[in-house]
């Protein structure tokens, strides 16, 4: 196999051009994707960025880590779990994913297949920020990708940001509701006027989760 040359190498002096030989790889910032929201083992990306090898995301996490994207830490559990996590320089890569995200949304056929992790979701909803002049209710998310064995629940909540929607990680204290939902039906009802269907379960105020749904159905 030759070995490929970067942009650089190759006389290229534009920075997006070099950008691309950081991240424009198949799977890197799909790898990035995951971790923006929080740290996460090498398992969980494994089960999370769907079709790529063991083999192929050591390489993608070797060359983030040396990058200066993506690093290594050691989690205050009792387990002292190792984990990735993404560095100050790689959260600036959260508004590059939002313009490729808008910029698939405004073409011919935006349509898209398969489903969606608790972290692509969130990205997407924080992508995809509606506008809230009246304020954001306290709404924890518990979202789940259904379509992994024993899956693992991973929290988000609601917030106002420069007024609009924000969806952070972790929970809140005193919610006005708890969400618990599939990840992809979660992304259904958000972005594909579903509705608040039977498989969504709400704990406390269903309106006002009816409301942040319709805050994203009335942006789009």
């Known amino acids: 196999m030759p070995i490929r040359q970067s942009y650089g190498a190759l006389g290229d002096a534009c920075r997006a051009a ?9 799977w890197t ?16 990306l494994q089960e999370s960025v769907r079709g790529i090898t063991p083999a192929v ?3 993608r996490l070797r060359a983030l880590q040396q ?5 290594r830490v050691v989690l205050p559990d009792l387990a002292r779990t190792r984990a990735y996590v993404v560095t100050d320089w790689g959260l600036g890569l959260e508004p590059v994913l939002a313009a490729l995200g808008r910029w698939y ?4 056929s935006p349509d898209t297949a398969g489903g969606m992790t608790p ?7 924080r992508t995809m920020a509606p506008p809230s002049p009246a304020g954001v209710p306290r709404i924890v998310l518990r979202l789940h990708d259904a ?4 899956p693992p629940v991973q929290q988000f909540h609601t917030v106002a940001h420069d007024g609009t929607v924000l969806v952070a990680a972790g929970s809140v204290a005193d919610p006005v509701a708890t969400v618990t939902v599939d990840s992809s039906t979660w992304s259904g009802v958000v972005f594909g006027g579903l509705g608040l269907i039977p498989a969504v379960k709400v704990t406390g105020d269903r309106d006002a989760v009816a409301s942040l749904v319709s805050l994203y159905g009335a942006a789009a």
Not at 105 to 108: F, H, L, V, Y
């Open 29 to 44: 910032l799909i790898v990035v994707r995951e971790l923006l929201l929080g740290p996460k083992r090498f398992a969980d």
């Open 119 to 125: 972290d692509a979701v969130v990205v997407a909803m």
């Open 105 to 108: 949304s405004a073409g011919p």
């Open 57 to 59: 995301l050591t390489d």
């Open 147 to 150: 379509r992994r064995a024993d």
């Open 18 to 26: 070099n950008a691309l030989d950081l991240v424009g790889d198949r």
């Open 67 to 71: 990058a200066g994207i993506v690093d």
